[in-house]
């Protein structure tokens, strides 16, 4: 494929050629939206593990990775006479001068809070406009069914909140967490089914997201941290035992908490 084209251009020409029922690659011609959309999300989330490490050589190729997921679907769209890249680049440069008139037109913001809240008040009219030949309209439409459980949570809340359903502040988000404790622990108790266990944990888990909805914290990014913090200590711990020649399965829960300890230790002092 020649290096003479622009990039975009090339990567769009190796694509063709990958689908190319008669001369490409077997797999890549079999594959369908359903079938490329699991890879299309696995990338997103490699796009987000390399900045999380701060490893920029890892962002560029993980970024390479997603934009193939994004050259995939345009080409197979194509192939359908649905769209191409073009109508999906078309679509979304009026779309980003839309949502920023105080860019690309005469409208003036205050602060980045101010420019949220005109974004969200952009896209709640585009829905409302998608929607006014519906039935019925919901304010939660549009979010995600497979998003991450915890980011739908979160969008879901917000969506809800902008049309007014919402605690007046924290505090009573907060008493909602220790209602559902309370009414898991009772549940667990009386020797409650798995069934029902499941559904008191769903509610608490939605009643953490909602806590820090309110505290401006993105509650799936604070899960990814405090599972990697976790990670990060266990694997210490590991390396502890294994300095005194033993392993976790050989060791008392007292043991491992002592140096789990240890690590915390270590980390406060760092």
């Known amino acids: 494929m020649s290096h003479a084209l622009p990039p975009i251009d090339r990567l769009r020409a190796v694509m063709a050629k990958l689908r190319d029922r008669r001369s490409g690659c077997p797999w890549d011609v079999e594959q369908t939206f359903a079938t490329i959309a699991p890879y299309t999300i696995e990338e997103a989330y490699e796009v987000a593990d390399a900045i999380e490490r701060n490893d920029m050589a890892a962002l560029k190729d993980e970024l390479g990775d997603l934009l193939f997921q994004v050259i995939f679907h345009a080409r197979m769209a194509e192939e359908a006479s649905l769209f191409d890249f073009d109508a999906i680049a078309t679509h979304l440069s009026d779309k980003m001068v ?107 888990l939605f009643a953490c997201v909602n806590v820090a909805r309110f505290a401006g914290i993105d509650a799936e990014t604070a899960l990814r941290a405090a599972t990697a913090k976790f990670d990060r200590r266990f694997r210490r711990v590991e390396a502890l035992l294994a300095a005194r020649g033993k392993r976790p399965e050989h060791s008392t829960l007292a043991e491992m908490d002592a140096l789990w300890n240890v690590v915390k230790a270590e980390e406060s002092s760092t």
């Open 98 to 204: 839309r949502r920023h008139p105080h860019v690309f037109g005469d409208a003036v913001v205050r602060d980045t809070a101010a420019q949220t809240e005109a974004w969200e008040a952009h896209k709640a009219a585009e829905r409302r406009a998608a929607d006014s030949a519906a039935v019925t309209a919901s304010a939660l439409d549009g979010v995600p069914v497979n998003l991450p459980a915890l980011a739908r949570a979160q969008k879901l809340q917000k969506r809800a909140a902008r049309v007014g359903f919402d605690w007046p502040d924290i505090a009573p988000a907060l008493d909602k967490i220790s209602e559902e404790i309370g009414e898991f622990r009772a549940e667990l108790d009386r020797g409650a089914a798995a069934e029902r266990l499941q559904d008191e944990i769903g509610d608490l």
